[in-house]
């Protein structure tokens, strides 16, 4: 273990003792959630930005919170920071027999050359083996609800179409842009009862289409938002001239 990383668990620990900072001493890993996913946003928006001073110290902030979260674990006799460290480094290893070596070394390859479609169903299936799943429909409901909304609906449906759900055989508008416009239409004539769940509806299909044309529906999003603050900014300020 390197000597950066032994100073930040020491650090952690003279946090967590006798004698600590007292609001870190009064953390528990319930109270610790909101600063896990504001971290791990903030890494994401210095990745957008390109900002690679602003990505090392969110990445530390990020690493933090693993290393407090497992410290607490081991207060209360879990696991520890080495248990966690073990149990990936195990994961990646186990999930990636064409490098490493072992059993399936072979079970990525088509006509001698790697398959990348091959090898996220073969991810899949692995996962699932080692989460003990025996039915689809418990894998798509493991996936956290806490997900933002759309990243959560663009996991559920590519793991959907990994067991072999082609979910456009069932409803054209999963896939066809004109099917999907046709229903957007038909929304304002919908009944007050069912209006949400129907717009729901749409939407999934939508995160469909963009998964299909290889987009990231969450990032499609922020981007039109951030887009919209900018005409925005633009008719404000025209307005005050």
């Given amino acids: 273990m390197s000597d950066s990383f032994e100073r930040l668990l020491k650090i952690t620990d003279t946090l967590r003792g006798g004698g600590g900072c007292p609001w870190d001493r009064r953390q528990t890993p319930e109270s610790m959630r909101r600063y896990i996913i504001e971290e791990a946003c903030e890494v994401v928006q210095a990745i957008n930005d390109g900002d690679k001073t602003e990505l090392c110290e969110e990445l530390g902030d990020l690493l933090f919170q693993v290393v407090f979260q497992a410290r607490m674990a081991k207060?209360?006799?879990?696991?520890?920071?080495?248990?966690v460290i073990n149990g990936i480094s195990g994961k990646m290893v186990s999930r990636h027999p064409h490098i490493f070596g072992g059993e399936g070394a072979d079970d990525f390859k088509q006509d001698g050359a790697f398959?990348?479609?091959?090898?996220?169903?073969?991810?899949?299936?692995?996962?699932?083996?080692?989460?003990?799943?025996?039915?689809?429909?418990?894998?798509?409901?493991?996936?956290?609800?806490?997900?933002?909304?759309?990243?959560?609906?663009?996991?559920?449906?590519?793991k959907a179409e990994n067991a072999g759900?082609?979910?456009?055989?069932?409803?054209?508008?999963?896939?066809?842009a004109e099917a999907l416009a046709e229903e957007i239409k038909a929304l304002p004539g919908a009944?007050?009862?069912?209006?949400?769940?129907?717009?729901?509806?749409?939407?999934?299909?939508?995160?469909n289409i963009s998964r299909k044309m290889?987009?990231?529906?969450?990032?499609?999003?922020?981007?039109?938002?951030?887009?919209?603050?900018?005409?925005?900014e633009y008719i404000e300020s025209s307005a005050e001239e």
């Avoid at 759900?165 to 066809?176: G, I, P, V």
Wanted: charged share 35%.
């Fill in 214 to 232: 290889q987009l990231n529906a969450e990032f499609s999003l922020t981007k039109a938002t951030e887009q919209f603050i900018n005409r925005f």
């Fill in 191 to 207: 009944p007050a009862e069912e209006l949400e769940e129907k717009f729901g509806e749409v939407m999934l299909k939508m995160v």
């Fill in 75 to 83: 207060e209360a006799g879990d696991f520890d920071i080495d248990d």
């Fill in 165 to 176: 759900m082609d979910m456009a055989k069932e409803d054209a508008a999963y896939e066809d």
């Fill in 115 to 158: 398959n990348g479609e091959t090898f996220l169903g073969k991810w899949e299936d692995r996962k699932k083996a080692e989460k003990g799943y025996s039915t689809q429909t418990e894998v798509l409901r493991a996936i956290p609800k806490t997900l933002p909304a759309l990243m959560r609906a663009e996991k559920v449906l590519f």
